[in-house]
């Protein structure tokens, strides 16, 4: 068969699902995915709208069934799907009890292998009971860990004559590598879903399969662990709020110039107000590219002011943030360096030398370690935990690819409460 472009609409508004769909049908999509959330958001109606709207298109409905596998498959099929995907890890009943029901109402049943361990052995297994194509599949979760389905699929692929499909953040830079290394469905959503415009998307993606080469795509891309400083420097502070869940933020330190955008591994220090000893011993410690984040417990006394920014910049440092005072704001002003603070106050206090460099501090009301990420903008400051960085990074890139989707579909004439449907989704109280 030929290599197959499905579309994965893993949305959760249907009148935008089709919306893009329609779009994505222009540039070429071969198959329409009504994706998992998209069908617990809008039930089996999605899938009879989309066959309304795509008569002749392949409409694969994502069940992710793991019980009564002939039920859900017949009511997918009376839907209008022509594929109905279940789980791997369902025990073998229900994948047999789907499969006759596939058999009875003329479809054909997808078996997707996420969660399942040792994948090329439930493959084997699968293609014996005999259904009709497997799907090797790297979740949106797995994904923002840097996780990559092209080993398994390789594994797969020479141990099983049945088509296999592949999903997993598969974009026109990497849709080529996957089709090479044997998939005969390429699964792919946000690359298409999120992207400004879908009908160009498909058709760079389509031109990738067809050629089987990189197209460069203008989507974010994975970061890995040594790239973050450039994926950090690619997001707001409230994209990275909203991919920790509205956590991560200082309250009450705001910046002193506006129109920075600050990124870099802290350096923590700790004093007492006032005392402005161990911030200056910290510029000489810091490594270049670091942030300076000082605890002074929102003591309203001046540890910092022209002489350190002056300091600090020329070392290199990538910008400094305090729960305490700043003084000097005109000159510091014109030095243009980063400096995010609670305070400005004239008055200074005296280099006691109480604190240390280094220990794990308060910030803001948020625990700060040395090496955790920072970033800083004009709407305020937040701090990456440096274990989870690389998954924060890409879960805030996600964000904003998400919030530029929206933004195209209000350009076209819609509000942002139409487009979301904020209505349906407001939470229901009593």
């Known amino acids: 068969m030929k290599t197959i472009l499905q579309v994965a609409l893993d949305l959760l508004n249907g009148d935008r699902a089709i919306n893009i769909a329609k779009d994505a049908v222009k540039g070429g999509g071969d198959w329409l995915e009504a ?53 791997a890890a369902s025990d073998d009943t229900t994948i047999k009890d789907a499969l006759k029901s596939a058999r009875k109402y003329s479809v054909k049943l997808m ?85 400004k415009n879908v009908t160009l998307a498909t058709e760079m ?5 067809s050629e089987k080469k990189i197209v460069k795509t203008n989507l974010f891309k994975k970061y890995d662990k040594t790239e973050l400083k450039k994926a950090f420097s690619l997001v707001s502070t409230p994209n990275i709020s909203d991919a920790m869940h509205k956590t991560g933020v200082m309250k009450g330190i705001r910046p002193v110039k506006l129109g920075f955008h600050m990124v870099g591994r802290a350096l923590t220090v700790s004093t007492i107000d006032g005392d402005w000893a161990k911030p200056i011993e910290a510029i000489d410690k810091a490594e270049k590219g670091t942030v300076i984040v000082v605890d002074v417990k929102g003591g309203e006394t001046a540890i910092w002011g022209e002489l350190a920014t002056w300091s600090a910049k020329l070392k290199g440092i990538a910008g400094v943030v305090i729960d305490g005072a700043v003084r000097d704001l005109d000159d510091i002003v014109k030095i243009d360096f980063p400096i995010f603070c609670r305070h400005i106050s004239p008055n200074a206090g005296e280099p006691k030398g ?29 701090v990456v935990p440096q274990e989870i960085a690389q998954e924060i990074a890409n879960r805030a890139l996600d964000v904003k690819e998400h919030e530029n989707r929206i933004r195209e579909e209000i350009k076209k004439g819609g509000s942002l409460g139409t487009v979301v449907k904020v209505k349906k989704w407001e939470k229901k109280i009593g």
């Open 354 to 382: 109480f604190g240390e460099i280094g220990a794990e501090i308060t910030c803001g009301g948020q625990t700060v370690r040395t090496g955790d990420w920072v970033i800083g903008d004009d709407s305020g400051v937040v």
């Open 111 to 195: 078996v997707d292998l996420i969660g399942v361990q040792d994948k090329v052995k439930r493959a084997r297994e699968l293609e014996k009971i005999g259904v009709d194509y497997l799907c090797i599949h790297v979740g949106i979760d797995e994904q923002m860990t840097g996780k990559k389905p092209i080993d398994v699929l390789k594994q797969i692929v020479k141990n099983v004559d049945i088509p296999v499909a592949v999903a997993g953040g598969i974009n026109s830079e990497t849709a080529a590598e996957v089709v090479k290394a044997g998939a005969s469905i390429i699964i792919v959503g946000g690359a298409i879903t999120k992207a």
């Open 35 to 87: 994706g998992t959330p998209l069908i617990k958001s809008e039930g089996m109606d999605i899938v009879r709208k989309l066959r309304e709207t795509f008569p002749d298109k392949t409409i694969v409905a994502d069940m992710k069934t793991m019980d009564t596998g002939a039920f859900e498959t017949e009511m997918a099929a009376k839907a209008g799907a022509d594929i109905v995907v279940v789980l």
């Open 205 to 209: 993606i389509k031109k990738a399969i």
